[in-house]
């Protein structure tokens, strides 16, 4: 089945780190990268991890992305209350020879 | 540095053509490994692919929608052209483009081009109501 799954909300306090979590398939995370992008409400996506774990520059190395089989991972520490905002990951997906969008985490900084 | 603006109507009715323009700077189309693509929002929703094409005029689109869309590029002008036909209000979103940047990999294949979304426009509002 070709979709990327998300949970809908995350949270966390100031400083502390919290994972978002990404589940695909065999036929887009399972063979090929992954990314993330953050979106601040009324604002356009901005790419935070390419290539499953690279960070563009400008990107704080607070933010760090992994992979392992069909599912991959963004990790966010020393949470900070600029980083509330969705989160999606995206694939390629080879079944649909097109992009898949998770359907996204709303990150709450407590 | 590379800009993209969408452009466009904001009210369409339905049945009618959506035509939208995505104007770029900082890069160009004829400049192999680079492309363009298409991607939506409805309100309060998540993002959606619908379209994308690159430097070489290959195109893909979404499968659920690939009989209305249309993706189209004017090198010259720096312009990208996006046409949904038959517009529904459940095509209402936020339509966004995005620049395409590729980065080459080798595995058991070979040489693998992979491309991805690194930097999009502010996107338009189109909203469909009679």
């Known amino acids: 089945q070709s979709v990327l799954t998300q949970s809908p909300s995350a949270s966390g306090t100031p400083g502390q780190r919290v994972t978002i979590s990404c589940s695909g398939s065999?036929?887009?995370?399972?063979?090929?990268?992954i990314y993330w992008y953050q979106q601040v409400p009324g604002m356009a996506p901005k790419l935070l991890i390419y290539?499953?774990?690279q960070r563009p520059s400008g990107v704080p190395d607070r933010f760090s992305g992994s992979k392992s089989g069909t599912s991959a991972s963004l990790a966010i520490g020393g949470l900070r209350s600029e980083d509330e905002a969705d989160y999606y990951c995206?694939?390629?997906?080879?079944?649909?020879?097109?992009?898949?969008f998770g359907g996204g985490t709303k990150l709450t900084v407590l | 540095q590379i800009t993209l603006k969408e452009s466009g109507p904001t009210l369409v009715k339905p049945t009618q053509t959506l035509m939208l323009t995505c104007t770029f700077s900082?890069?160009?189309?004829?400049?192999?490994?680079?492309?363009v693509g298409w991607i939506r929002q409805p309100p309060g929703k998540a993002l959606e692919w619908l379209a994308l094409?690159?430097?070489?005029?290959?195109?893909r689109y979404r499968q659920s929608l690939k009989s209305r869309l249309t993706i189209t590029k004017d090198t010259s002008r720096n312009q990208v052209v996006l046409t949904l036909t038959n517009m529904d209000p459940v095509d209402t979103a936020t339509y966004s483009c995005?620049?395409?940047?590729?980065?080459?990999?080798?595995?058991?294949?070979?040489?693998?081009?992979?491309?991805?979304?690194?930097?999009w426009g502010q996107g338009t509002l189109v909203t469909v109501s009679s």
């Open positions: 065999s036929s887009n995370i399972g063979d090929n990268f």
């Open positions: 900082g890069f160009s189309l004829s400049t192999p490994g680079v492309g």
């Open positions: 094409i690159y430097w070489d005029d290959v195109r």
């Open positions: 995005a620049h395409l940047n590729s980065f080459t990999h080798y595995d058991a294949i070979g040489r693998i081009d992979s491309y991805y979304f690194d930097q």
């Open positions: 995206a694939a390629w997906d080879n079944s649909l020879s097109g992009w898949l």
């Open positions: 290539r499953d774990n």
